[in-house]
């Protein structure tokens, strides 16, 4: 009898497709609504995220085992739906590959004195060797990559832990700030933080049904959840919220974070592991990311698998997210709330119609349902809408922007 795959080995993939780079965006969007309004502002999206796909896997019950998402959507939604639903799946992929390029090279530029440019040109074409070799290449370097951000991140986050300051974590120096305000902003980049619904047909291919892949998902975004929690109250604790106004003023961008992590930090070998795991992060999600766009891009065009074929393909996957990083190097928090806004679409609005069209059956009764009723499809697209919402307004200056 085939043993059946474990409920922890799910959800720990669950838990590495979240946690990644897109965390290290969390502090500085969460400065304003700072630590209780963060942490409930991050809770509550883990938990649209983790419903959203759940909705997923009810829509996928009809079909088989090796269905995927864009299959569903094209068959359930139509072709122009799937179209706009596959176009902010290539942006998403787009704008975090630009992000991560960009911020890597001024870390690069910080640690070893190289232009920022020259840096990001090389990560780029070292790391994106990776993934042009091939998938096996990124398995391998992957397993590298998350032991080295486990050891850092627990020694790293061991050392903030132990000089956590109570007055910085709840701000008590501001008895007039104003925090519930700007957590609204923070929702699109919490959003990036849980983006694992291309993963959820894997998860039903792997365990074979949808119950417990709907454990798995659960188990995986309440692992990512608490490491961003553990993260938040790290940093805020060891930075005062004063402190964030000149990271924000450069866009938020991580080497200003680490640099003014390393001013408060007493030990040498903390400030070296936060540094160690935010660059691992960085790596790991590029690579991750990358493949992604990669193999979709191979697909779309019909590129081969000859060298070739595949050179061609990681010329339309990383050239212009670097050309542009190059060009227009925005900040790390603009591009991840580009990308949070985009993701709405495949990780809430999209899974919503699925089971709210799905539902329509008369055999929807049958197999996996997930309880409340339709108020929950409904909430979920709501909730989708809100953020990507929210992110356009805060482009136009429109709701409250923490400066510092």
């Known amino acids: 009898m085939e043993k059946k795959p474990s409920l922890l080995g799910g959800a720990c993939i669950i838990a590495s497709v979240c946690v990644g780079a897109g965390m290290l965006g969390l502090p500085s969007a969460g400065a304003g609504s700072w630590t209780v309004w963060s942490i409930l502002a991050i809770t509550l999206t883990m938990a649209v995220m983790t419903v959203s796909g759940w909705l997923l896997l009810e829509a996928f019950k009809h079909y088989d085992l090796s269905v995927s998402f864009n299959t569903v959507t094209l068959d359930m939604l139509g072709s122009k739906v799937n179209l706009f639903n596959n176009l902010t799946v290539y ?46 290449a990124v398995d391998r370097i992957s397993i590298v990559l998350i032991a080295t951000m486990i050891l850092t991140f627990v020694f790293g986050v061991f050392g903030l832990t132990a000089k956590i300051d109570a007055s910085h974590l709840f701000d008590a120096i501001n008895q007039q700030g104003q925090y519930a305000k700007y957590s609204m902003a923070l929702l699109p980049i ?72 390393g001013g408060v930090v007493e030990s040498k070998n903390v400030a070296q592991a936060i540094n160690a795991f935010s660059m691992a992060a960085i790596i790991s999600s590029f690579i991750g990311v990358g493949l992604g766009v990669f193999d979709y891009l191979a697909d779309l065009f019909h590129f081969d698998q000859s060298k070739t074929g595949r050179t061609k393909t990681w010329a339309v996957t990383f050239m212009p997210p670097l050309v542009l990083s190059l060009l227009f190097p925005f900040g790390f928090i603009l591009a991840i709330g580009y990308a949070g806004a985009a993701a709405t679409v495949w990780t809430c609005i999209i899974p919503a119609l699925l089971v709210l069209k799905a539902r329509k059956r008369k055999d929807s009764a049958q197999g996996f349902v997930v309880g409340g009723g339709n108020i929950v499809p409904y909430f979920i697209l709501l909730f989708g809408l809100a953020t990507a919402v929210f992110h356009i307004l805060t482009m136009l200056d429109m709701l409250p922007v923490f400066k510092g």
């Open 91 to 136: 942006f998403v992929g787009g704008i975090l590959l630009y992000a991560y390029t960009t911020s890597f090279g001024l870390i690069l530029q910080g640690s070893l004195g190289l232009d920022s440019n020259i840096a990001s040109v090389l990560f780029v074409f070292v790391a994106s060797s990776v993934v042009w070799h091939s998938t096996r």
């Open 190 to 261: 919490a959003l990036t933080s849980f983006g694992y619904h291309h993963s959820v047909a894997s998860m039903r291919a792997y365990y074979k049904e949808e119950r417990s892949a709907k454990y798995a998902i659960l188990g995986g975004t309440l692992i990512a959840l608490t490491l961003y929690v553990i993260w938040v109250l790290s940093i805020f604790g060891n930075l005062p919220r004063s402190s964030f106004g000149p990271i924000i003023a450069q866009d938020g961008n991580v080497d200003v974070l680490l640099k003014t992590l």
